[in-house]
């Protein structure tokens, strides 16, 4: 049974990119989340969806950053333009109605 | 605003020992609390759940302990292995109705050595 499914693994970009992050959550699963991690910040919650519309996305840290999920199965997080400060590892993950939530392996984003 | 706190920051153990991370909220209005485990370059993975409701949950030789009303859970974990050397998180969903919506903590890196 594939987990969720992030790409790239890795990017390094230089700033003023743009830099789009993929998602795959577990077939089934009615609800996505997007989460940065940084040493100085920890694990924090930037949007999620529910049955593809999102509920809540007032951890969005400005403009620069948008996410999209066009059908149950893909989810995109874009960062235009891209700041040496959005470095850091970007999660994915999913979960049913209320169930654990199930994280990817992660993105980790340089931005030079 | 809920925050989220995890006591210590770090810990080193030798084989065998039983060990306690702790966990603490500030405000004691949570829908659930939520231990996760998280290996180096990995995602989270769930270990255990614990509803308002109730006061523990057990899985193996884990035992994660709730006290919302003075916002604190514990995990214990039994006979420590090398194995189980990783970041433990806590987190909680705030509120007295679900949102899905995760607080974690900063966690603590256990490495438990043979």
């Known amino acids: 049974d594939a987990g969720v499914i992030q790409s790239p693994r890795h990017e390094v970009t230089e700033m003023g990119q743009e830099v789009t992050l993929r998602c795959k959550p577990i077939?089934?699963?009615?609800?996505l989340f997007w989460y940065r991690q940084t040493m100085m910040r920890g694990l924090e919650l930037l949007i999620y969806?529910?049955?593809?519309?999102?509920?809540?996305d007032s951890g969005m840290p400005e403009d620069r950053f948008s996410a999209k999920m066009p059908n149950a199965s893909f989810s995109t997080l874009k960062i235009q333009p891209s700041e040496p400060r959005d470095s850091a590892v970007y999660f994915c993950?999913?979960?049913?109605?209320?169930?654990?939530?199930?994280f990817g392996d992660g993105t980790r984003l340089s931005i030079l | 605003k809920q925050e989220v706190t995890q006591i210590p920051a770090a810990l080193s153990v030798p084989e065998g020992e039983n060990l306690v991370l702790n966990c603490s909220f500030t405000?004691?209005?949570?829908?659930?609390l939520q231990w996760f485990r998280q290996d180096p370059g990995k995602g989270l993975t769930s270990l255990l759940l614990?509803?308002?409701?109730?006061r523990e949950q057990t899985s193996g030789r884990l035992n994660a302990s709730l006290d919302k009303s003075s916002g604190r859970s514990t995990l214990y974990i039994a006979a420590s292995q090398p194995g189980d050397s990783a970041t433990y998180l806590c987190?909680?969903?705030?509120?007295?109705?679900?949102?899905?919506?995760?607080?974690f903590g900063t966690g603590t890196r256990l490495q438990v050595f043979p």
């Open positions: 987190a909680v969903v705030p509120g007295s109705y679900n949102t899905d919506k995760l607080i």
């Open positions: 077939s089934g699963h009615n609800s």
């Open positions: 614990i509803q308002s409701s109730q």
């Open positions: 969806f529910n049955n593809n519309v999102p509920i809540d």
């Open positions: 405000d004691s209005a949570i829908y659930n």
């Open positions: 993950a999913s979960s049913f109605s209320g169930q654990p939530q199930h």
